[in-house]
């Protein structure tokens, strides 16, 4: 079976990577000239970790990725711990694979490197499709043309295989802002931060940090609500007052972080509303281009990667009936990324509660039964995505 896959991404080329597994024809197009992730981190949950461990890359993974010890949800202004729980040996031991923390750039790079040559096509921007019976034609903006059993849109939330086969709808505006900066760690050590998951929960704003890059980068994101800029690239430049400015108030080690900045990235967080429906004869969609969600649990990648390795059981179990392996697909894939798109939006929310009675409430829920504790999180963690049959 011929597989196009569109777009490059962390969801494109580990679901290529996971197509080659169970023997199709795969090769990927993506638009830029080379792979290019931008400067900032990305958790990995042992749900999409264990898919990508069984693609052999343990070893890749252990050298590019910190292990977090643990999540550490702290308040604001006093920085008094809300919830605390194991991150590391604790939760590979449960199941039965580490949680990690990259640098995007390592993460993709990686897969990319995990790819037989001339399986990736870089600069290849995929400009139209047509179905033809049993077979979908893929055109790019340079002239190239590709014919394929299968075309699977991993474009990302400006998906042009959503707009071509669903029409044009432009995704929303959620209200919030992003600005992210990486930090070197010499310019921190007096912090003494661990390695861990950081996150401080405030009125209208939350911020996250975690090291990166063999713990020599502190990757570190401020979403703040009611921001005023809406364009969405992660390559924007903020100002580094503006970022001190917003988080004034907050805890000393928040506002040492923020001006340890070497520069500032700014971006408006979009979402779109739940498609109908993912497939549409032979071509299908998969991550951001089918299922963005806000980044309030993390999992946008990690559900991702657990498309391309739900697919790829399913088309190996169905391989002479593509249009039903589509339908059972988006069958066991569309509720578990609806969850957790509502479950982002939900944690939103929480994270941005003003001081006040609903604020105390989720402190005392975080404090007593925390949804980041082992018990809890094996919903969403202890799921194998590959086990679709
Ligand atoms: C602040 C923030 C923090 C996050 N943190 C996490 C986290 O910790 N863990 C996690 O799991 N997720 C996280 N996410 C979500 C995660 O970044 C995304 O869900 C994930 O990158 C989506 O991957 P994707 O491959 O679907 O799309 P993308 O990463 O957008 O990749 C799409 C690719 O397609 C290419 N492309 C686009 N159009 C075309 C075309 N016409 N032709 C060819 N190629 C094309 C693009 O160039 C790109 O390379 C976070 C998101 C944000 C905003």
């Not at 590019?64 to 604001?76: D, E, I, L, M």
């Not at 390592?106 to 990736?120: K, T």
Request: aromatic share 6%; hydrophobic share 45%.
């Amino acid at each position: 079976m011929k597989v196009a896959v569109i777009g490059g991404g962390i969801g494109g080329l580990s679901a290529a990577l996971q197509f080659l597994k169970v023997g199709l024809d795969v090769h990927v197009y993506e638009q830029a000239p080379h792979i290019a992730e931008i400067g900032a981190g990305i958790q990995i949950s042992p749900n999409a970790s264990r898919l990508l461990l069984r693609l052999g890359l343990r070893a890749a993974m252990d050298a590019a990725g910190t292990r977090p010890r643990a999540v550490h949800q702290r308040r604001w202004d006093d920085g008094r711990t809300l919830q605390r729980a194991p991150l590391g040996p604790e939760v590979e031991a449960t199941f039965g694979a580490p949680y990690y923390h990259f640098h995007r750039a390592d993460l993709a790079n990686l897969l990319a490197d995990a790819l037989p040559q001339g399986r990736l096509h870089v600069g290849h921007k995929l400009v139209g499709l047509e179905q033809k019976g049993e077979h979908v034609i893929a055109r790019f903006e340079n002239g190239a043309t590709v014919e394929a059993d299968l075309l699977v849109g991993a474009d990302g939330i400006h998906s042009r295989v959503r707009g071509l086969v669903f029409g044009p709808e432009k995704p929303r505006f959620t209200g919030c802002v992003a600005w992210r900066g990486l930090v070197p760690a010499e310019r921190i050590t007096h912090l003494g931060l661990e390695i861990a998951s950081h996150s401080w929960l405030g009125p209208d704003a939350h911020v996250v940090h975690y090291w990166v890059s063999g713990v020599r980068m502190m990757n570190v994101v401020c979403v703040v609500e009611h921001g005023d800029w809406t364009d969405e690239s992660w390559t924007d430049k903020g100002e580094v007052a503006d970022v001190l400015a917003r988080f004034e108030a907050w805890h000393p080690t928040v506002r040492s972080l923020i001006g340890a900045f070497p520069e500032t990235f700014i971006w408006a967080l979009h979402d779109r509303a739940e498609l109908p429906s993912w497939s549409a004869g032979r071509v299908t969609l998969l991550g951001d281009a089918c299922h963005p969600m806000l980044p309030m649990m993390a999992q946008g990648a990690a559900q991702s990667i657990e498309d391309g390795a739900a697919l790829a059981m399913l088309l190996k179990a169905m391989p002479e009936d593509i249009p039903g392996a589509l339908a059972r697909y988006e069958a066991v894939r569309k509720p578990r990324a609806t969850k957790l798109q509502q479950a982002s939006a939900a944690n939103r929310k929480r994270f941005h509660l003003p001081d006040g009675a609903e604020q105390r409430a989720r402190d005392e829920a975080m404090a007593t039964s925390g949804d980041r504790s082992i018990a809890n999180i094996g919903w969403l963690y202890a799921h194998d995505a590959a086990e679709v049959l």
